[in-house]
């Protein structure tokens, strides 16, 4: 791989800037028949909870106007299960390995999962999905996702952070008023970079049934769709932070991919698009390697925040 494509994540440093989302690529396995796996700047497992979880019930998928909604509800084997057969398999692939973490009851069972996963070399950083609906806390009204609470951003990630001095990678939701305060938090947390956005929540309603098309009523919206709320919230928390910018929400190809370059990511993260086209991510690294010939570009890292306005 061209040393122009590498670029560092915290410790974490990438061959190349161009992953896989969490929820999208299943555990690496699923896709080895369709792509080069090796190919990949990183995987981002899907998301790991301390007990086995069966998920929502279905239907849990559905179709919208350039994207999809999803409500699979964090289903997955568990910490033990994902250790004794997941984790195997991932190691043998040769790409860096990135846990997604989420917890149902709070921050010490985030760190008993990380404290866990730190001892296998193989794991080189973690993502915390602390944007997913299942993971929430109680405030006088409601019950809230922690990534919309700057407070409780910041005390989460700051006792986590304690429990680890691997790469940690915070993945911040978009359904908050000001993305930035929860950006600013997580940076003097001790996070070493942000991933944005994780899906924006949506429904859709079968008007002959008058019923949900999924059967959580709301769920997760992703796909092209999403990309210009993705790209401005890339834009805005780049203005705030210095820390590296996983960008993510609706990339397809390579035009969409340079998007989230300029608007200030450090690296991208094909997350829908994997659905539509098992060896998308590869085809968009190839992608970015002509741009960068093509426009005589040094290294990748020039490209990112270089939107003129």
């Known amino acids: 791989m061209p040393d ?15 992953m896989v989302c969490s929820g999208t690529f299943g555990y690496g396995e699923e896709f080895k028949d369709f792509l080069p796996l090796r190919k990949l700047g990183a995987i981002v497992t899907k998301t790991i909870t301390l007990n086995p979880r069966q998920g929502n019930a279905p239907p849990r998928t559905c179709e919208t106007p350039g994207g999809m909604l999803n409500s699979i509800g964090l289903e997955n084997p568990g910490l033990s299960g994902f250790i004794n057969e997941k984790l195997p398999i991932l190691k043998t692939i040769g790409v860096p390995i990135i846990v997604s973490v989420a917890a149902e009851s709070g921050v010490d069972e985030f760190i008993k999962i990380i404290c866990e ?39 989460m990630v700051k006792k986590i952070r304690m429990a680890t001095k ?20 997580v940076s003097q947390a001790g996070s070493d970079a942000v991933s944005l956005i994780n ?21 997760g919206l992703s796909g092209p769709a999403i990309r210009p709320i993705a790209l401005r919230m890339v834009w805005e928390v780049y203005q705030k932070i210095k820390l590296p910018i996983i960008g993510m929400g609706g990339i397809i190809d390579t035009s969409s991919a340079l998007e989230f370059f300029l608007a200030g990511s450090t690296a991208i993260g094909v997350g829908t698009a994997n659905f539509i086209d098992p060896a998308a991510a590869v085809k968009i690294l190839q992608g970015i390697k002509e741009y960068l010939k093509e426009n005589k570009i040094k290294h990748i890292n020039n490209l990112t925040g270089g939107l003129k306005t």
């Open 199 to 219: 899906t924006l929540i949506g429904m859709s309603i079968d008007v002959k049934t008058k019923r949900p098309k999924v059967a959580a009523v709301t769920a």
């Open 4 to 18: 122009n494509l590498s670029v560092n994540i915290g410790k974490l440093r990438l061959e190349n800037p161009v």
């Open 166 to 185: 691997k790469t940690l990678i915070t993945k911040l939701s978009p359904n908050v008023t000001d993305i930035t305060e929860i950006a600013i938090a």
């Open 117 to 155: 996963l730190d001892k296998f070399s193989e794991v080189l950083a973690f993502e915390l999905n602390i944007s997913c609906p299942n993971v929430g806390h109680e405030s006088s009204t409601k019950k809230r996702l922690i990534a919309q609470d700057a407070l409780a951003t910041f005390e």
